[in-house]
């Protein structure tokens, strides 16, 4: 019954620069939930960069799909967006960028690849708190964000995570699978 959980999640949502903010329980369950809210599930791909925390990874498993890795930038150690569309197949439905330690993906590439194909980004931005791409937040530019909260992060809540999206869509799928 109590209301400090809703302001935060507002609060951060606005910091950032999104619509709506989702608390969950950890940054992994606001991967998968932001994945199932995205309606991925068995035989969907989702592409996400092997140099990452396992979570990004595992996320896409948990929900029945396939991660496809695609290298990473050796100069930002960020999906490198020039091996993008060479992973993309039929099955693709979602790219998920990876801002590690809190360094921006080029997002403006990774968008474009993702519209011209149809697909959906989540932006695993668990190092992201508080960064920006172009002035615009980061979990803010794809169609959701996913942010974790644990101990080790520079916004610590001692375990938990949020999911920042736009899209009511998404955010009325998350709620339910929350």
Same mark, same amino acid.
């Given at each position: ?41 068995? #035989? ?43 992973? $993309? ?62 101990? #080790? ?9 949020? $999911? ?15």
């Amino acid at each position: 019954g109590g209301t400090k959980a809703r302001e935060f999640e507002q609060k951060f949502a606005e910091y950032q620069g999104a619509k709506y903010g989702l608390g969950v329980a950890t940054g992994t369950a606001a991967l998968e939930i932001a994945l199932r809210a995205m309606k991925v599930g068995p #035989g969907d791909e989702v592409i996400v960069p092997p140099y990452t925390f396992m979570a990004s990874a595992t996320a896409v498993l948990q929900v029945g799909a396939l991660p496809v890795f695609v290298d990473i930038d050796p100069r930002t150690y960020n999906i490198n967006p020039d091996l993008i569309e060479e992973a $993309i197949t039929d099955r693709t439905r979602v790219i998920m960028p990876v801002h590690f330690g809190g360094l921006a993906c080029d997002m403006e590439r990774v968008m474009a690849i993702a519209r011209r194909h149809g697909l959906l980004v989540l932006e695993d931005a668990s190092h992201a708190h508080g960064a920006t791409w172009k002035d615009k937040g980061l979990g803010t530019i794809g169609d959701a964000g996913a942010f974790s909260l644990m101990s #080790g992060k520079n916004l610590p809540a001692g375990e938990a995570g949020i $999911i920042l999206t736009d899209d009511e869509e998404i955010l009325g799928w998350s709620v339910l699978y929350h």
